[in-house]
């Protein structure tokens, strides 16, 4: 396998395209060159300023887009771990508001008490007929 494709992403803006294709090992040992890369970059900075700092900025954001697409991934492997299991941690969960969180499910809002459904079945609404005139 040849090393030269990841010497020329680090030193070029990283695609999130290219690295959805990745497994774990080799994201995190791009994230790892990155980070030491961008290292010796700060260093350099100190050193003499000048173009250093467009680079430092494509490498931050580089280490930003490996980060998410690990996380991502991660994410989606939880998703297959927990489906169809009871329960899904908080934060796999439909994100919702407090209000939806808190109101009732269906199934709770539709239960009707036993001494109202009696009270339904014994006194049931009148029916009044109207007389034609």
Not at 75 to 102: C, E, M, N, S, V
Request: net charge positive; aromatic share 4%; hydrophobic share 35%.
């Amino acid at each position: 396998m040849v090393e030269s494709p990841s010497c020329a992403q680090s030193t070029s803006k990283v695609k999130a395209g290219q690295l959805w294709s990745k497994n774990k090992d080799e994201l995190t040992k791009q994230l790892g060159e990155l980070k030491t890369e961008l290292g010796q970059l700060r260093i350099q900075k100190i050193v003499s300023s000048g173009t250093k700092l467009t680079k430092i900025h494509d490498l931050r954001k580089s280490i930003a887009r490996v980060l998410t697409i690990i996380n991502a991934k991660q994410r989606a492997q939880l998703r297959l771990f927990y489906k169809g299991k009871k329960y899904l941690p908080l934060d796999l969960r439909a994100k919702q508001t407090r209000a939806i969180r808190r109101r009732l499910s269906k199934e709770d809002a539709s239960r009707v008490l036993e001494k109202t459904k009696k009270r339904q079945t014994h006194f049931p609404q009148r029916k009044f007929a109207v007389k034609a005139a």
